[in-house]
């Protein structure tokens, strides 16, 4: 998606690490104009799969999500990280490993809103090692529902997670895909 | 506005502690379209106060902030809770008590996204005690920005923080305001 690479070109910062900063626009400040133009192309990709439900992780993928799950007109649900006290019991959950936060988590979503015949696209902004994007994946199949598909905004195509994934059968779409970001320099794919 | 508070009649849950549970449509699964008319009654609320961002707190209050962001067509800054290693040591921060999780955590806004002349406008799901409110007011007034006011989902009138904040002269706009969870039913004010 043209709009989003020139934006990362434009206003994105490389830091040492493989870590791509795009704080001033997707993930601590917000253009919700270039949010809408990815929820409606994440419509375009996947409108004719029969989408009933958005699923995301908090926190950074829940404005995304949300415009998309408008351009959809089906419900966002946001998947949980740690228990708190105002989650129900009755939840599904799965193990998720943070290279950046150098951690493992805990995502949860309750049974309530995954159920058998849901058809479930992921929406996330960024894929890279694929650990966040596995355990939605397994929530959404302890649920009994399917997964129809992956929208990503930012993929690091040099870390496995995409291949990998893809090779499962898994149909992810990334907005803005990068080979490298060697020399502090972003090349797209 | 009726058609939160019908929703919260409607598919609220109250539990023990003065628990209101939204989770059905509001912040774990949430109904986009009763997202959409919020971000367009807070849109008709503050239109006329030269708001040019929108301020929340992660995670629950970025969809309802994201709407009404859309609905200014201004960009939208949500505060992160907790240092990550991917946010600039170059912040404001806030500490809130949370009496819902039982803890003290910091709040963080970028130097970047908050300057002096902005005009911004304070989204968030619940107003209860006010922390979490009083910590993002003194992140904007860090900044030597303007509060023009708070748009808050749901307050629960008989916790202080509403009418404290009031009393110090902030304009606070609450599309359901809660007068008891008494019995386990819900009354409004």
Do not use: W
């Not at 993928?61 to 019991?89: D, E, H, R, W």
């Not at 049974?111 to 894929?127: A, E, S």
């Amino acid at each position: 998606m043209k709009l989003l690479e020139e934006r990362i070109k434009n206003d994105g910062r490389v830091f040492p690490g493989n870590i791509l900063k795009v704080d001033n626009f997707l993930n601590h400040q917000i253009d919700v104009s270039l949010l809408e133009a990815m929820g409606e192309e994440f419509y375009r990709l996947f409108k004719d799969s029969g989408v009933n439900k958005i699923l995301t992780i908090e926190a950074s993928g829940i404005a995304i999500a949300c415009m998309t799950a408008y351009k959809f007109n089906v419900p966002l649900v946001f998947a949980k990280k740690n228990q708190t006290k105002n989650i129900s019991a009755d939840v599904y959950t799965s193990k998720v490993t943070s290279y950046t936060h150098g951690r493992v988590y805990d995502i949860m979503v309750s049974k309530d809103y995954m159920n058998p015949g849901d058809r479930v696209l992921i929406i996330d902004d960024f894929l890279a090692n694929g650990k966040a994007l596995e355990g939605l994946i397994d929530i959404v199949r302890q649920a009994g529902a399917e997964v129809v598909g992956a929208g990503i905004a930012i993929e690091k195509c040099f870390q496995p997670g995409g291949k990998e994934l893809r090779e499962q059968g898994i149909r992810i779409e990334s907005l803005a895909m990068i080979k490298s970001l060697d020399n502090n320099t972003v090349t797209f794919c």
